[in-house]
């Protein structure tokens, strides 16, 4: 098969994948709905996943580490997503928001 | 150990049998550990060489840090001190409801014989804290007013005092050879310049606050002002002597060169904080806060007469922090007799009560005649010898220092007056002989010491000469 | 050897048993107790004194030492005693007229609930008294020179339940310990220098002119200090007179005739150092001439009989120290012992008066009671005419042994000391003339009440003034004849090697000073006898005394003036550090601290607001900022 | 792996068993499953059994369990059986809060075993996810619900920073085997030849432990949920959370330690900021929980400095701290939850104890003490060991270390003020109820441990 | 960085997509545009899979992402009827603070390795991307996180109940309960 590193350099795919995670994490900051935001969390991860596929592909040589990585990332996300939600739901039922801005109770 | 483990037991006991049993018994049984003391000193069979006899040694913290106790003149005085007051603090207890002071001052005397006795840094440091935490409870607990807002500032000051002193020591520590914390190794230590001022600072703002040298004083007066009188003896007669034994034991040999560096920033201070107290001491109308003042400024010259490295200073305060012990603590169950009996502590509610009790008056004025150190009484041979060695490093400071004979006659003999003499205002109730007997005994000392000052001298002197050479040994201060 | 121990050790043991026991002692026993040790001590003494007569080296004591006091490294004093020829002259008239004054309070004060304590505490005095006369090192010196303040504190404050009594006790005590401070740091001072405080090692290492004359000079001043406040010079002297308050044998005893000397015993003691530093020398006999005349004025204007001898005694030491300036140490030391015989006169006099009066001591509430007390009468006048310089009395020859020293020395002090004893006569003669002359003037106290003193009262009148009659033997001017005359020159003489220099000066001369002196007295006798028994004057309210004589009358104000210049500022001082510096500055230092901590924490709930998106922008910002570090460093 | 195995076991059978029942009655079958797991731990770690066998199923790349990390898991267990034992229940039928706890720790196990950054990941989620829940398991308070999502968003946030700075490590250094980097770094040799890659790794993988850890600036959930939380779950997030959270940090930081230079410098600072701000944030709080919530933040700070020591050899010193820690927030977040009333959750809650409940009193002031590290707790045994070893490195640190510790008189003593208050008026029917034997046991140990420290270092 | 001409097209095109899917994600007013985007953006890194011959992981994401989770997103959406866009603006201010903040962090991750430059060797590419390969790494070295995980999902799936289970109290309950706790 094509080794896409042939014609790229591996900062290509590490800026690419900065590039993303900061958008996740833009994301995360600016927006204000729960689930947005955990969906920001997921891009993020996905940022994550693509760099580590990257670095796989790089180092190649069977070194499946960063692919066994990003399998077990898209599992943590999974579950993640199933409690987040699940948390969001809760929440939902008992205010009827879902907007982070207004759970200020608990401060100083 | 006997002397530690005695009280820490009769505490326990204290604490479970709570107030079933008599204070006059427990004060007996805490004469006990007097009598160990006395024990031990057969038992091991010191010889008043000046050297500190190990008693007691067994690995503690690591290989390093072992639980060592050891015993020589200076720390034989300092204990026949602590084991000779507490019983009388105890004996001084005037109600029945204050539980769980008991306990807690036997506490006091375990914790105190272990500063006293530690031979180790860390267990010095140690029981430096443990003494801390009874005389906190025992001043929270039985504080007349505000005792949070007293005891707490209290216990910050001397608790970042020690902090620094454990940084010191800690050090010290790192620098032996094989890590131990053991007093000979921890003086063998060779420091340069900076960092024997880095470390000596770290002791002395530890001793400096409990002592206390006059800019870290001000936890002292609120404190002792509102705390219980058994606290506040044992806070002036015996707490304020650990910051003394420590400059003295702890700080002076372990300073390194900078004692030099300090010796003049001390005496200055100690020196203000004379004058400071005394004149302080003289509007005072409440009579815990005047001694307190007056505790100030003696404990102040013992801090100069010390840092004059002089073995006349030297031997004279050791022998001035034994005899303020005494007049302290007597001066203060003199007030709690006042305060129970005539209902006030202050002057201006005061008077006149010469005439009810010939015996407490004449008593009351020996002690006040003792603290201002007219001769034949106690205070005198110390003050002397004090003065002379500050007056030997600088005269103008000498002369400073002196003036507290005028100052201290002036507000002792204002207390004398203004609670005894004149037309009374208050009455005082029927002492009861046994209540006279404590004091008694420490009015004895008072005479006894001041008449033959030198059975103690005697006893401390060789330990002394001997810190004397640990001081001049590694640093060559002395010539 | 025990004799000194049994001298000091009597009076002790008096002091002892009647402050332990004295309680429960019948009052006779007790007062009888207290007489008789100090007696047995007189006794002894006398004994040492004949010993002492015969001794083969003149200038050689008794030695005693009991204990090491203290000994660390070379400060080394011992508690010791040593008795020579000066020490034992101290000690006979301490002892000797001590006895007297113990036999008289048993009279005078048979009637106070605190008798015991009254003979506890005299014995105590003499017993601390002779200490400092005894001792031999400096330190023994201050040991009684302590002690003695201490029993004077405790004997003016010896009726506590007056409070004004209790002040002036304290007084004392205080002004005596600002001498004290200066006789301590004489004491540092020479022992920095000689490396000893004892006498045999200092004194002749002072004389042997080895020192340098500051410190010599140093030295001297400090101890001078301390015989200021002891012998109550200016400006320490305004203690004396309120020292009053005390019993009257308390006055005789302390404040006239023995602890009030003790300055002067102490310059003649180290009359070597005084004798080499003339700066000193200076000092004193200006201060002393100044004291002399002040009192002396102050005296003229006072109504209360105690207080016009109080001031006269501190007229006369001052005239003590004006011969001591003089360099007339001898002088001193006469005038020291007769006048000890008539003060103690007349302060038992007087004593005998108030005890009459039943506790007045207004002069202008008496009047006429020569036909009342005779004893006392006849007495009090001896002692009178001994104090004014009346011929041939003791007080004539000391007295004039002083004047002629200073006219030896400095004929403006000469002039300024006789003016100086003229007044003497001027107010001693207007409190016996009104006193015992004139009309009676008292209204609440029955004129017949008024009776003769006990024979214990009595008894000790007589002899003492037996002996103020008798007192100029001691050293009679060299005028009279060299058999009789200087005996106490020659006795002292071993002790005072330096001072013997003395120049001799013309028969002629000194005969034209006597013959001034006994003009003046003469002239000062009619003038009060026209103004105070002819036209029987009342001094006058002190509320209508004219300008110059209020002045006088309120003692130049110096009290007001120490009042507000020392006590004043120093009780503001005291409130003001209290509450300013103590309070404010260090107090509000450490509350500041734990305020700045609290203002701090309270700036997290800007933080910690509980909104979410701001803590994940922190959190990012953080770890921007940290890599960002990492960038650069 | 024991420990792993039972606790998973007693999760699951818990789980099952209590599905229809109060959850107080799994609360004894649970606690005694930990507390097995424990004794069996503390066993195997003192080479008194062996359960060599029973793990040979699994390849040993992963997960490796040293004698240490043993006592970890040891102390973890018996912590949070005490936890489960001391705390009471909630009424609800069905034990999933028990069981979570159960699962939240074989994630703790996970962490301070692991060897592999994907164990260390899975074993950081298998903590947090059940966290996140019981966080929120107090359903119908709000305040509890929001701590859930706080935490939760932000916990979120942390692993996806951690997983960038897995990523980074990866690329740096090809491995994610932690004794395979460790390997690889010590090759590499100087510390300018170290990629970048490896350098950002490691500094975005540490503020995710950071966050685990509560360590400023990465702190900020920690007041808000641990006060949001019921208190169970504080305890347990306080305790079991930062102590696996540390020394998951050690045996990761340790892979790096060609690097010690550099990032002991980072931390240095980190520790201090956290020091000084968690004490000086602590003085100013209201509630129990709060003040407690910043005090764990402060232990953080210490806890660092342990990081910057020399750590293989002295793994023992943060075992000491963490049971220090350990015993002395159990008891006092246990106190909190039982005088703290509905009107009153300050420190007025402790008003008038004295006079109520006299040994209640002495066990909060010893543990107070101990937190405060005071003589002769083991707080204060901790400390010094820790202090001591951090002074080598920076002894103006422990200096600050120090102060802080003073600072934090002023809070933990605040309690004191009620305490000895004779308070008439507002008893606290709580304070009559008596207290768990376990309690005793946790605060004696906090005195034994304190006298005989030599234990420590001898047992480890 | 070479020159940006001579990438490869597909990995341009890719990237683009994937960058410009994730900032309508991030800015998208509504929610379940937002959700389209996202799955989008999955879609595309799918793509970046197969490029890196991570062929497994491509569908992998495919399914799990884009088939599970954001269906499950999308039916929370539903559920919790918050398709419109509920969400109050933020002010600009907030969003440049958050630009920045992101922007900051972004420019020192990329500063860091411009300085120091990135030094990995480079390999060529075997056929590890395949299920065959990658399962059997699973099922031997990874068995330890493989089994492990379970402990996750069990741990998640007891949560999500515990969490999603109803029970009596009405929302006005509710509210009550913690006005209660709040005014005290």
């Known amino acids: ?108 | 150990m006997e002397i530690i483990i005695l009280p820490l037991i009769l505490s326990l006991l204290a604490a479970f049998t709570g107030s079933k049993i008599n204070k006059t018994v427990w004060g007996l049984l805490s004469f006990v550990s007097l009598f160990a003391m006395v024990y031990m000193k057969q038992h091991y069979g010191i010889h008043n060489d000046g050297v500190w006899h190990n008693t007691y040694d067994v690995p503690w913290f690591s290989n390093g840090i072992h639980f060592t106790l050891g015993i020589d003149g200076l720390t034989g005085l300092m204990i026949l001190l602590t084991n000779l007051l507490v019983p009388i603090i105890i004996l001084s207890i005037q109600t029945n409801n204050q539980k769980s002071l008991i306990p807690l001052i036997l506490f006091m005397q375990a914790a105190l014989n272990g500063v006293f006795m530690a031979k180790d840094g860390l267990m010095f440091y140690i029981f430096w804290e443990l003494a801390l935490i009874p005389i906190y409870f025992i001043c929270l607990l039985y504080s007349s007013k505000d005792a949070f807002k007293t005891t707490i500032k209290f216990f910050i000051y001397t608790f970042i005092g020690s902090l620094a002193m454990l940084a010191s020591l800690i050090y010290l520590y790192l620098k032996t050879e094989n890590h131990s914390f053991a007093y000979d190794e921890l003086l063998s230590v060779q420091l340069n310049y900076s960092e024997s001022i880095w470390v000596g600072a770290g002791f002395l703002f530890a001793f400096a606050v409990k002592i206390p040298i006059f800019p870290f004083h001000s936890w002292q007066a609120n404190t002792y002002t509102n705390a219980p009188a058994q606290g506040s003896m044992l806070l002036s007669g015996i707490m304020l002597k650990m910051g003394l034994y420590g400059l003295l034991r702890w700080f002076m040999p372990m300073a390194g060169e900078s004692i030099a560096f300090f010796q003049p920033i001390v005496i200055l201070l100690a020196v203000i904080g004379i004058i400071y107290g005394a004149v302080i001491a003289i509007k005072q109308n409440d009579l815990k806060r005047l001694i307190a003042f007056s505790s100030l400024s003696h404990v102040g010259l013992i801090a100069a007469g010390f840092m004059t490295l002089s073995a006349v200073g030297i031997q004279g305060g050791v022998l001035q922090m034994f005899v303020h012990g005494i007049n302290v603590v007597a001066l203060f169950y003199i007030v709690e007799i006042i305060e129970t009996h005539a209902g006030s502590r202050e002057l201006s509610k005061l008077g006149g009560l010469a005439k009810f009790n010939r015996l407490f008056a004449a008593l009351y004025l020996i002690v006040v005649l003792g603290t201002a150190a007219v001769p034949l009484t106690n205070g005198f041979p110390g003050e002397l010898l004090l003065l002379k060695s500050v007056f030997d490093y600088n005269t103008i400071t000498g002369v400073f220092a002196g003036l507290t004979i005028i100052l201290c006659a002036v507000y002792m003999l204002r207390m004398y007056q203004f609670s005894m003499l004149g037309e009374g205002k208050a009455s005082l109730k029927e002492i009861g002989l046994m209540k006279m007997i404590p004091l008694l005994i420490l009015v004895a000392l008072v005479i006894f010491i001041g008449v033959c000052p030198q059975l103690i001298i005697d006893q401390i002197s060789p330990s002394i000469q001997k810190i004397m050479l640990e001081i001049s040994n590694s640093k060559g201060v002395l010539s | 050897m025990n004799s000194i121990g049994l001298i000091l050790g009597l009076p002790l043991a008096g002091f002892l048993i009647n402050g332990i026991f004295g309680k429960n002692l019948p009052k006779s026993i007790v007062g009888w107790l207290g007489t008789f040790t100090v007696l047995a001590s007189f006794v002894i003494a006398l004994g040492v004194f004949n010993d002492l007569r015969h001794a083969a080296i003149p200038s050689e004591g008794l030695h005693f030492k009991l204990f090491t006091f203290l000994n660390i490294e070379n400060f080394n004093v011992d508690f010791s005693f040593t008795l020579d020829r000066l020490s034992v002259m101290m000690t006979l008239i301490i002892t000797g007229i001590g006895s007297l004054i113990h036999l008289y309070s048993i009279a005078y004060m048979h009637e106070d609930e605190g008798f015991y304590k009254f003979f506890a505490y005299l014995n105590f005095f003499i017993f601390n008294m002779l200490m400092l006369v005894l001792g031999a090192n400096f330190l023994m010196l201050f040991f009684g020179w302590e002690g003695v303040g201490l029993c004077s504190y405790l004997l003016i404050g010896f009726w506590y339940k007056n409070a004004e009594y209790g002040k002036a006790a304290r007084k004392a005590f205080i002004m005596n310990r600002i001498g004290d401070l200066g006789l301590l740091m004489g004491l540092f001072l020479i022992f920095h220098q000689y490396q000893s405080l004892d006498y045999s090692i200092v004194l002749p290492k002072m004389a042997d002119g080895s020192t340098s004359q500051a410190m010599l000079t140093a030295i001297s001043m400090c101890l001078f200090v301390g015989a200021m406040g002891k012998s109550a010079q200016i400006p320490l002297y305004t203690w004396l007179p309120d020292a009053m308050a005390g019993p009257t044998p308390v006055s005789a005893l302390i404040h006239a005739a023995t602890m009030v000397t003790a300055g002067v015993y102490l310059v003649v003691r180290c009359e070597a150092l005084f004798y080499l530093s003339p700066i000193t020398n200076n000092v004193i006999l200006w201060v002393g001439l100044a004291t002399s005349l002040m009192a002396a004025l102050i005296g003229l204007k006072q109504n209360d009989i105690k207080k016009v001898l109080a001031y006269s005694t501190v007229s006369q030491l001052g005239l003590m120290f004006v011969a001591l300036g003089c360099g007339a140490y001898t002088a001193a030391m006469f005038h020291l012992a007769t006048h000890a015989f008539f003060k103690a006169l007349l302060f038992l006099g007087s004593g005998s008066v108030i005890h009459a009066m039943h506790h007045e001591q207004d002069i202008r509430q008496m009047g006429g009671l020569k036909s009342k007390m005779p004893i006392t009468y006849i007495t009090f006048l001896i002692g009178t005419l001994a104090i004014t310089g009346f011929p041939f009395l003791s007080g004539f020859f000391s007295k004039d042994e002083i004047l002629l020293a200073a006219f030896d020395h400095n004929k403006i002090v000469y002039v300024l000391s006789v003016i100086s004893a003229t007044i003497t006569g001027l107010y001693m003669f207007r409190m016996f003339f009104v006193t015992f002359h004139g009309t009676y003037r008292n209204h609440h106290h029955s004129f017949d009440k008024v009776h003769e003193s006990p024979w214990q009262m009595s008894l000790p009148l007589m002899i003492l003034a037996v002996l103020s009659v008798l007192g100029g033997l001691l050293n009679l001017p060299s005028y009279l004849g060299h058999n009789v005359s200087m005996k106490l020159s020659h006795w002292l003489a071993p002790i005072l090697p330096m001072a013997e220099s003395h120049a001799e000066m013309s028969h002629n001369t000194e005969f034209m000073l006597v013959g001034l002196v006994v003009l003046l007295f003469v002239l000062v006798v009619l003038y009060t006898r026209n103004k105070y028994v002819s036209k029987n004057a009342v001094p006058e309210e002190d509320a209508l005394t004219p300008s110059t004589g209020k002045v006088l009358a309120n003692k130049f104000y110096v009290d007001e003036l120490y009042d507000m210049v020392f006590v004043k500022p120093l009780e503001l001082l005291s409130s003001l550090v209290d509450n300013m510096i103590d309070s404010k500055l260090i107090g509000g230092l450490i509350a500041g601290v734990s305020t700045l901590l609290l203002a701090i924490s309270g700036l997290n709930k800007k933080i910690q607001n509980g909104n979410i998106e701001y803590y994940l922008t922190f959190m990012v910002l953080a770890l921007a900022l940290f890599l960002g570090f990492n960038l650069f460093f | 792996m024991i420990g792993i195995l039972i606790v998973f076991i007693g999760a699951v059978l818990v789980l099952f068993l209590g599905l229809n029942k109060p959850e107080g009655g799994m609360k004894t079958l649970s606690s005694l499953v930990l507390f097995l797991a424990g004794v069996l731990s503390l066993l195997e770690s003192l080479s008194i059994l062996n359960f060599e066998r029973l793990s040979n199923w699994a390849p040993k790349n992963m997960i490796d369990f040293s004698k240490g990390d043993l006592m970890f898991v040891s102390l973890l267990a018996f912590v949070t059986a005490a936890i489960i034992a001391i705390f009471p229940t909630v009424e609800e039928k069905g034990s999933d809060r028990l069981g979570l706890m159960m699962l939240s720790l074989t994630g703790a196990f996970m962490m301070i075993g692991a060897d592999h950054l994907v164990m260390l990941f899975l074993g950081i989620e298998v903590l947090s996810i059940p966290l996140y829940v019981l966080a929120g398991s107090d359903k119908h308070n709000l305040r509890s619900n929001e701590a859930a999502i706080k935490y939760f968003l932000m916990g979120a946030f942390s692993t996806a920073i951690f997983l960038l700075g897995c990523a980074f490590i990866y690329g740096g250094s090809g491995s994610l085997s932690l004794s395979e980097i460790s390997l690889r770094m010590s090759i590499v040799g100087h510390l300018s030849e170290f990629p970048a890659l490896i350098k950002v790794g490691v500094i975005l993988m540490s503020t995710g432990l950071l966050f685990k850890v509560s360590a400023f600036p990465f702190h900020f959930w920690a007041p808000d949920v641990y006060e949001g939380s019921p208190n169970k779950v504080t305890t347990f997030m306080a305790v079991v959370v930062k102590i696996a959270g540390f020394v998951a940090f050690a045996n990761y930081l340790q892979a790096f330690e060609a690097l010690a230079s550099w990032y002991s410098k980072w931390l240095i600072i980190l520790a201090v900021c956290t020091i000084i701000f968690g004490n000086i944030a602590a003085i100013s709080q209201k509630t129990v929980k709060r003040t407690l919530a910043y005090s764990s933040i402060a232990h953080a700070g210490y806890l660092l400095l342990f990081l910057i020591t020399p750590m293989k050899a002295n793994m023992w010193i943060l075992f000491a701290y963490s049971v220090a820690y350990a015993l002395s927030t159990v008891v006092l977040f246990y106190f909190n939850d039982k005088y703290s009333t509905k009107k009153e959750y300050g420190f007025g809650m402790f008003s008038g104890l004295l006079k109520n409940n006299q040994s209640a009193t002495i066990l909060m002031v010893i543990s107070l003490f101990s937190i405060a590290g005071i003589p002769v707790t083991v707080g204060f045994t901790a400390k010094y060991y820790l202090f001591t070893s951090a002074f080598e490195v920076s002894p103006l640190a422990v200096g600050i270390a120090l102060l802080g510790s003073a600072i934090s008189i002023m809070y933990y003593f605040k309690a004191f003020k009620p305490m000895f208050e004779s308070a008439e008026s507002n008893t606290n029917e709580a304070h009559a109820s008596k207290i768990l034997f376990v309690v005793y046991l946790m605060v004696a140990a906090s005195i034994v441990f304190g006298m005989f420290p030599y234990l420590f270092e001898r047992c480890f | 960085m070479g020159n940006i001409s001579n990438l490869p097209i597909p990995f341009l095109v890719l990237s683009f997509i994937t960058i410009l899917c994730a900032l309508y994600v991030v800015t998208s007013k509504n929610p379940v545009h937002s959700v389209l985007a996202l799955i989008l953006t999955f879609f595309s890194i799918s793509a970046h899979y197969v490029l890196l011959n991570a062929q497994f992981l491509a569908i992998v994401n495919l399914m799990v992402y884009a088939g599970a989770i954001m269906v499950l997103f999308l039916f929370v959406l539903m559920l919790l009827n918050l398709s419109k866009d509920s969400e109050p603006v933020k002010s600009n201010l907030w969003g440049v603070a958050a630009a920045i903040s992101a922007g900051l962090l972004l420019v020192i991750i990329t500063a860091s390795f411009q300085k120091t430059g990135i030094a990995i060797m480079q390999g060529n590419a075997p056929e590890i991307g395949l299920v065959k390969n990658l399962g059997r790494v699973l099922m031997t070295e990874y068995l330890v996180p493989f089994e492990l995980s379970g402990i996750l999902f069990i741990a998640a799936m007891v949560g999500a109940v515990l969490l999603g289970k109803r029970d009596g109290a009405t929302v006005q309950e509710i509210m009550d309960l913690n006005n209660d706790a709040n005014n005290a």
């Open chain 1, 1 to 108: 098969m094509l080794n896409i590193f042939q014609s790229l350099e591996i900062s290509h795919y590490i800026y690419l994948s900065c590039v993303l995670f900061c958008i996740g994490l833009f994301g995360v900051l600016f927006r204000r709905n729960a689930i947005i935001l955990l969906m920001c969390i997921e891009l993020m991860l996905n940022a994550v996943n693509l760099l580590f596929a990257a670095f796989s592909e790089y180092m190649g040589d069977k070194d499946a580490n960063g692919q066994m990585f990003v399998f077990f990332i898209m599992v943590v996300a999974a579950a993640e997503a199933a409690v987040g939600l699940a948390i969001l739901v809760m929440v939902y039922r008992n205010t009827r928001k879902t907007d982070v801005s207004f759970l200020d109770s608990l401060k100083d």
